[in-house]
C-alpha cells in the first residue's frame, strides 16, 4: 500500500466532494489547504464533481437527475398519508442493516448495483481523465466518487472519508476484496462494518471526522480550551457542575480555563440540514425564548446555510414577532450565498455557540469541539445511529417540545446537565480527524486514533 512505503514528494491532493445537502462538503473542508489544482484549472480548492467546470452534460444530468429524486422524497415527508410511507421506502433503500449478530455482509445491495452500472457507461469517467493529468493522492467524501477513480483507472492513491457514525453497504465497492480504496473511518464502528462489507482491514484507517482546525488550535488545543472554559460557565451559571468536578476540570481542561466569565448572553445556534426541512422548529424556538431575547440574556442563531429560501423564511417570521431591531445582536441570521463561505461562518459562530441544536447529522461529530448537542428529530436511517453514538458519548440529549423551550432548556441549565454533556464530548468525541488525514495523505504515515474503547 503507498501509504505506508513512500511519503508523497509535495503536499498537495485532490479533495473531491458532492453539492449534496452539507455533509460531504462540510467534512472535506477542514482539508482544504492541501486541495492541489488540476491541470488547466485557475486556482486550487476542493473539486465538487457534480458541478466543476467542464463536466460533460450527462454527467450532471445524472447528479441532478439523483439528487432531486432524494430532496423531493425528503422534503415529501410531511404530506399527510402518503409522504411518510414514500420516505420510508427510499430509507430502507439506504438502510444500514443491524451490526449484530456480525455476519458476512459483503452482497452487494441493488443500489449498489445500479451504481456501477451508471458508471461502467461512463458517469464519471472525464474527472477521472483530468486528474490522472497529473495524478495525486485522491481524496473524496463520497462513496460513488471513489468507486469512479477506481474504475475508470485512476493512478494515484484513492481515499474515501465516511461522513456517518454508521454507514450502508454502499459505501464500500461492489467487489471489496479486490478493492484498492482507502477509507477514513470516523468510528470504530464504521471500520467494523467496512470490515463485515469486505473491505480488507490493511485498507481501513479510524481517523476521526475532520473538524475544523480554526476550532481546535492546534496540537495544544488552546483555542478549544478557551472556548470551553467560557462555555462551562454559561451552561453551568449556578456552578453546580463545576464544584462537583472540579478535579476533572482541572486535570482535562487545564486549571487556567477554568472558571473563566463569559463573554456573551447564552447562545444556541439552530441548524437545519441542506433541503431545509426543520425550519419551522427555529421559528419555535424563537417564540419561545422571545423574553430572553428581547431582555438580551439569550442570543439565538437561526442557520440557514447557502438556502436564500430559508433565509427569507427567518427574516420574515423575526418581523413578524417584532424582533427586528435585535437583528445582529440577540438574534442572528446566517447565510452565506456560497457552501464554502457558509462553513467559514459557520466555524466562526460555533467558538461562541454554547448549545448546538441541530438533527444528528455530520455535526454530531462536533460534540468533539466541547458543544452540547440537543438532538433534532432523524431524518433516515444513518442519522438514527448518529443519534445512539451521541447518547453512547454522552453528549446529546434529545429535544423537549420546542414550544417550550424558555422551560424544560433552563431545568437542563439549572442541573449541569449541558455542562456534564460539553465536557464528555470534549473529552469523548474524536476531533484530530484532519491531523490525522493528512498525516496519512501527505507524509504516508499511518496516523489513527488511539484511545478507541468509547466509539
Not at 423531493?72 to 402518503?82: A, D, G, V
Not at 458543544?371 to 454522552?394: D, F, M, R
Request: contains cysteine.
Amino acid at each position: 500500500m503507498a501509504t505506508k512505503k513512500t511519503p508523497q514528494s509535495n503536499k498537495e491532493a485532490y479533495i473531491v466532494t458532492v453539492d449534496m445537502g452539507y455533509g460531504h462538503q462540510r467534512a472535506v473542508y477542514p482539508l482544504k489547504d492541501m486541495a492541489a489544482c488540476p491541470v488547466g484549472w485557475q486556482q486550487a480548492g476542493i473539486i465538487t464533481a457534480n458541478n466543476y467546470g467542464g463536466i460533460p452534460k450527462k454527467d450532471k444530468r445524472t447528479w441532478e437527475n439523483n439528487q432531486k429524486v432524494y430532496e423531493t422524497i425528503s422534503r415529501m415527508k410531511k404530506i399527510p398519508l402518503i409522504g411518510q410511507p414514500i420516505f420510508d421506502i427510499m430509507d430502507y433503500v439506504q438502510r444500514i442493516k443491524p451490526f449484530y449478530p456480525k455476519r458476512d455482509l459483503s452482497a452487494p445491495s441493488l443500489q449498489l448495483k445500479q451504481i456501477y452500472k451508471m458508471i461502467s457507461k461512463g458517469w464519471g469517467k472525464h474527472l477521472i481523465e483530468v486528474l490522472n493529468e497529473d495524478p495525486k493522492p485522491f481524496v473524496t467524501s463520497f462513496f460513488i466518487t471513489a468507486f469512479f477513480a477506481e474504475e475508470h483507472g485512476y493512478k494515484g492513491d484513492i481515499f474515501c472519508l465516511c461522513t456517518d457514525t454508521d454507514i450502508s453497504r454502499a459505501w464500500a465497492p461492489l467487489h471489496p476484496e479486490k478493492s484498492r480504496i482507502q477509507y477514513f473511518a470516523p468510528t470504530k464502528r464504521v471500520k467494523q462494518r467496512l470490515m463485515l462489507y469486505g473491505v480488507k482491514e490493511k485498507n481501513i484507517f479510524v481517523t476521526g471526522f475532520p473538524l475544523p482546525k480554526e476550532n481546535i488550535g492546534g496540537k495544544t488545543i488552546k483555542t478549544l480550551k478557551e472556548d470551553l472554559g467560557c462555555r462551562i460557565g454559561n451552561l453551568d451559571p449556578h456552578g453546580k457542575y463545576q464544584k462537583k468536578y472540579e478535579s476533572t476540570l482541572h486535570t482535562y481542561l487545564g486549571k487556567q480555563y477554568c472558571n473563566l466569565n463569559a463573554k456573551h448572553p447564552l447562545t444556541i445556534t439552530f441548524a437545519v440540514g441542506g433541503a431545509g426541512a426543520q425550519r419551522d422548529v427555529g421559528v419555535t424556538i424563537l417564540e419561545s425564548l422571545r423574553v430572553h431575547i428581547e431582555k438580551g440574556t439569550v442570543r439565538l442563531n437561526l442557520v440557514a446555510g447557502s438556502r436564500n429560501d430559508v433565509y427569507r423564511f427567518y427574516d420574515e417570521k423575526v418581523k413578524e414577532l417584532h424582533l427586528e431591531k435585535h437583528l445582529g445582536g440577540t438574534v442572528n441570521i446566517m447565510f452565506a450565498k456560497h457552501k464554502l463561505d457558509y462553513f467559514s461562518q459557520f466555524n466562526e459562530v460555533l467558538r461562541t455557540t454554547d448549545i448546538l441544536w441541530t438533527k444528528p447529522s455530520e455535526l454530531s461529530f462536533y460534540a468533539g469541539l466541547g458543544i452540547p448537542i440537543i438532538i433534532a428529530p432523524t431524518i433516515g436511517s444513518q442519522e438514527e445511529y448518529n443519534k445512539a453514538w451521541l447518547h453512547a458519548v454522552n453528549a446529546g440529549f434529545e429535544q423537549e417540545d420546542p414550544a417550550f423551550t424558555h422551560e424544560w432548556l433552563f431545568d437542563w441549565l439549572e442541573s449541569g446537565w449541558l455542562a456534564e454533556a460539553a465536557m464528555s464530548g470534549f473529552l469523548n468525541a474524536p476531533r484530530n480527524g484532519a491531523y490525522h488525514i493528512e498525516e496519512i495523505v501527505l507524509k504516508g504515515k499511518r496516523s489513527e486514533i488511539e484511545d478507541m474503547h468509547l466509539m
